[in-house]
């Protein structure tokens, strides 16, 4: 299946085509700021994310910023009670905390998604 993920440098990226553009665009998700880039084609379109990855640097280096993530290291999930009651059992069974249980369970399946459908752009 195509992947619409780019990755670079650490950093990730979404893209898709704009009829309206005629060009792809695509935007580094994962920080705070806002980075977008185009491209009309998809070679332009990698050497635009890089290109605005490097501005992004030197921008935060200039203000004396380090470039934060949007993540505050907690995360909210709201499952039905059904749901709540299978991840506690899987968790029981797993002789680990519901908590732990959550945690090696989104790593792994996050590692497959970067694996599998992030394409990397050197």
Known sequence: ????????????????????????????????????????????????????????????????????????GKMTIRPTDEQHRRYMVAAAVARTSINAWMLQVLDRESAAVERNNATHVP
């Open 1 to 72: 299946m195509p992947s619409n993920i780019l990755k670079h440098g650490g950093y990730f990226a979404e893209f898709g085509y704009d009829d309206s553009a005629d060009a792809f665009c695509g935007r580094v998700i994962g920080i705070k700021d806002v980075i977008d880039f185009y491209g009309r084609d998809v070679d332009e379109l990698k050497a635009a994310f890089r290109n605005a990855v490097a501005e992004y640097e030197d921008w935060c280096r200039e203000e004396g910023v380090e470039p934060e993530k949007a993540w505050t």
